[in-house]
């Protein structure tokens, strides 16, 4: 019933900019996006999260980016972005979408994406 998509990753250099797109499609009518959120996970560590959105604003998690890393959204295009600023070597890494997503036949599950590769150069 639902299905992720990611693209926008690449190479760039240190100090750039770097937005990455994760499209969703739901089967369901009616839906809701209680959260979207990414997640990084480089090379030898551990994945971790770079930025969440919730529907409600209710939420405490830290955003380890400090700022850098927003997630715009367009509803018309059931898209959820990261837009990544000031990017650094260490914000290298595989970024996975994740989605939270309530439909009347499943209620609110989990949903990742196939995963992006970001590579930050000096």
């Known amino acids: 019933q639902v299905e992720l998509v990611e693209s926008g990753g690449g190479l760039v250099q240190a100090g750039g900019s770097l937005r990455l797109a994760c499209s969703y499609t739901v089967t369901s009518s009616w839906f809701i996006l209680n959260i979207a959120g990414w997640h990084r996970q480089a090379p030898g560590q551990q994945r971790e999260m770079v930025a969440r959105?919730?529907?409600?604003?209710?939420?405490g998690d830290v955003d380890p980016s400090k700022g850098r890393f927003t997630i715009p959204t367009d509803n018309a295009k059931n898209t959820v972005y990261l837009q990544m600023n000031s990017l650094k070597p260490e914000d290298t890494g595989v970024y996975y979408c994740?989605?939270?997503?309530?439909?009347?036949?499943?209620?609110?599950?989990?949903?990742w994406g196939q995963g992006t590769q970001v590579t930050v150069s000096s």
């Open positions: 994740n989605t939270n997503i309530w439909t009347p036949a499943t209620e609110s599950r989990d949903y």
């Open positions: 959105y919730t529907k409600d604003g209710r939420t």
